[in-house]
Structure formats: structure tokens, C-alpha cells
């Protein structure tokens, strides 16, 4: 019973952090941020949550490698649990991040395939969909950068960055 209550002051604890860290990356403090992060993650190292966030943490300080390894964590987490809890981990966000990640060190198969994984979660929401087409337009596929733009705005016809790329891909031989 005392190694329970402990348990609980800790996860506590952890969530605490959480909402302070939280505060620190809207404010744009991305090292207090992962600071509090790492912190509650010494509590709760299995949090899909806090492996999120301090995934996104840690890509905003300009480290790829550990913000892959920690959503890819939250990832892994999130599919482990016996309950799942909506958001828990944020898997849409995340595989937008990783696909950020693959992109950046030229792994655009890998990216691709992470855009669709999050596009196929959510067919509603489009910045699956902005980096997909912008992807296929630095891969040379003009013509399915433009059937996901096309896609893209049947869900919002406003988005901005649609928009903007579906002007490029027409202007584009």
C-alpha cells in the first residue's frame, strides 16, 4: 500500500511538471520545457505523454536524434497500454514530427510513409496532408503532390498552405 501511494504522489508529481512544462513551451522556453520533462520523465518513463512532449521539446532545441527516439517511445507506449486515453502520446503529432525528422535527413520514403500513417488517422485534419504534398513536390511528383493538395482542400478549401502549394504545383511544368 505505501509503494502504491508513493507510486501515486509520483505520478502526481509528474503531472505537475507536465503542466509546468507545458507553460514554458508556449512560452517559447524550450530548455526549462525539457528540463521539467526529463524531470517527470526520471517519474513516469513510460508516459506516453511526457515522451511526446519532450520528443517535440527536444526538436525544438535542434536535437533530431533523441526527439525521434522519444516519439518514437511515446509510440510504442501508446500502442502498449491496456487503455487507451484519446491524445494519449498525441500519435497524430507525432508521426507528423518523425516525418519531419526523416525529411530533414533525406529520408523521404520513410517520411512519406509517416505522413500517410498520420493523414490515415486523421483524414480530417490537412497538415498531414501540407507536408505529403509538399514532400512529393521536392520528390519530383508534381502529380501526386497536386491529388493531395486536390484532397487537402475538399477537407478545408481555405487552408492557407494548400492554397499556397496548390498555386505553386499549377505555376510548375
Do not use: C
Not at 509503494?3 to 509528474?14: E, I, L, N, V
Not at 535542434?62 to 494519449?88: K, M, N, T, Y
Amino acid at each position: 500500500l505505501a509503494r502504491y501511494d508513493a507510486g501515486r504522489g509520483g505520478a502526481q508529481r509528474a503531472r505537475t511538471l507536465m503542466t509546468e512544462s507545458d507553460a514554458a513551451f508556449e512560452a517559447r522556453d524550450f530548455v526549462r520545457s525539457e528540463a521539467l520533462l526529463a524531470e517527470a520523465l526520471a517519474l513516469e518513463p513510460d508516459d506516453p505523454d511526457l515522451l511526446f512532449r519532450h520528443g517535440n521539446a527536444l526538436l525544438q532545441l535542434g536535437r533530431p536524434d533523441l526527439a525521434e527516439q522519444a516519439l518514437r517511445a511515446s509510440l510504442a507506449q501508446r500502442d502498449s497500454q491496456l487503455v487507451w486515453r484519446i491524445g494519449a502520446g498525441e500519435p497524430y503529432q507525432a508521426q507528423l514530427l518523425l516525418g519531419i525528422i526523416a525529411s530533414t535527413r533525406g529520408a523521404f520514403d520513410e517520411a512519406v510513409a509517416r505522413f500517410e500513417t498520420a493523414r490515415a488517422m486523421n483524414p480530417w485534419q490537412t497538415g498531414a496532408m501540407v507536408l505529403l504534398a509538399a514532400t512529393y513536390e521536392v520528390l519530383g511528383r508534381a502529380d501526386l503532390a497536386r491529388s493531395v493538395v486536390a484532397a487537402g482542400l475538399a477537407v478545408d478549401p481555405g487552408d492557407a498552405r494548400l492554397r499556397e502549394l496548390d498555386q505553386r504545383l499549377k505555376a510548375a511544368p
